[in-house]
């Protein structure tokens, strides 16, 4: 099993940055693909980035390509998201996750942190 917690959000000014941490326990977490999801108030949660299990392989939605990058270290069991050029359509809770192949899914997702709220002001 894997346990995850966040951390990182906040609010910024629309072109701004910022760094979610997400930290892992558990002895599995180098087998898993990771990924960055997000919800924003009223809407489905939706997939932002993903990367596979050795970090070699990397996935962006449209919406974040070229702004956002997702990293990982297997030996600090972290997931990273470093957010450039933020925009107020960015706003929403960001969570991490584990699979045992990255995805774009959802539901292709077993384990997930309790999230963090990032709020890009205009």
């Known amino acids: 099993q894997v346990q995850l917690v966040e951390s990182g959000g906040g609010l910024v000014q629309t072109g701004g940055s910022l760094r979610l941490s997400c930290a892992a326990s558990g002895r599995s977490f180098s087998h898993y693909g990771m990924g960055w999801f997000r919800q924003a108030l009223g809407k489905e949660r939706e997939f932002v980035a993903a990367?596979?299990?050795?970090?070699?392989?990397?996935y962006y939605a449209d919406s974040v390509k070229g702004r956002f990058t997702i990293s990982r270290d297997n030996a600090k069991k972290a997931l990273y998201l470093q957010m450039n050029s933020l925009k107020p359509e960015d706003t929403a809770v960001y969570y991490c996750?584990?699979?045992?192949?990255?995805?774009?899914?959802?539901?292709?997702?077993?384990?997930w942190g309790q999230g963090t709220q990032v709020t890009v002001s205009s």
């Open positions: 996750a584990a699979s045992p192949r990255e995805d774009l899914r959802v539901a292709k997702y077993n384990y």
């Open positions: 990367v596979s299990w050795i970090g070699g392989t990397t």
